[in-house]
């Protein structure tokens, strides 16, 4: 143990010594910059349009930065990278990507990252100035529609057959996409509520409607607002 503490310090002196600051901090900044730059779109503020979200925002910096990184730890060893390679295929995304556009521009990130690490700025550069130029093309062909947002709703209703008369409304909501948040069911009162949420308003209506001639008594939903009060509709 006492030997290796001299190699690791006389190996680390030596890393140090071959390492240019002058050369690697500009490098970086650069990823750091063409990152915020072109995560944040600054204009769809012109546009009057949203900005992206900020854990989007915040994951392309970090892999441009991170592409910029490992290709200068690499440099022209081959060794390193697939040791790098390697030890990429222990990480694991638990976040989807909704928008396949998300992952295209997440790819550009890892290209442009990678030229700032290569020392190749004048390349990065160029290919900020055209990714920028592109993306606001399709920001500005893309017309965002405004989705209303869903709401949620209390369905109650009575029946002697509870666990039949679920089913059947489950079966219901689901051909109209209606999402059931919750269940309760009361077996002495013969009576069953639900809590969903409607996607498009009316789909709840339309699902409903699809309900004559299941046994069911009493059939109203509540609306429920965001602080948990209720208004009846039916």
Request: proline fraction near 5%; include cysteine.
């Amino acid at each position: 143990m006492e030997a290796s503490i001299p190699a690791f310090l006389e190996s680390a002196k030596s890393e140090l010594n071959s390492l240019s600051i002058t050369v690697m901090l500009p490098r970086m900044l650069a990823a750091a910059l063409i990152g915020t730059v072109l995560s944040l779109r600054p204009w769809r503020l012109v546009m009057r349009r949203a900005l992206p979200k900020a854990d989007m925002i915040q994951a392309q910096v970090l892999l441009c930065a991170a592409a910029a990184v490992i290709t200068a730890v690499i440099g022209d060893s081959v060794a390193k990278a697939f040791g790098l390679v390697g030890l990429g295929g222990f990480v694991r995304f638990r976040s989807g990507l909704k928008d396949p556009r998300d992952a295209a521009i997440l790819f550009l990130m890892i290209g442009l990252g990678m030229a700032c690490g290569h020392g190749s700025l004048g390349l990065a550069g160029v290919g900020t100035v055209f990714v920028a130029a592109l993306l606001f093309v399709l920001d500005l062909f893309n017309r965002e529609v405004p989705s209303a947002p869903k709401q949620r709703l209390l369905v109650s209703a009575q029946a002697d057959d509870l666990v039949g008369a679920e089913a059947s409304l489950r079966t219901a909501l689901g051909e109209r996409n209606v999402m059931v948040k919750s269940c309760a069911l009361d077996f002495d009162g013969r009576r069953l509520e639900m809590e969903v949420e409607e996607p498009v308003p009316g789909s709840l209506t339309a699902a409903l409607g699809r309900t004559e001639g299941m046994p069911l008594r009493g059939l109203r939903w509540t609306a429920v607002s965001p602080k948990g009060t209720r208004e009846e509709l039916t």
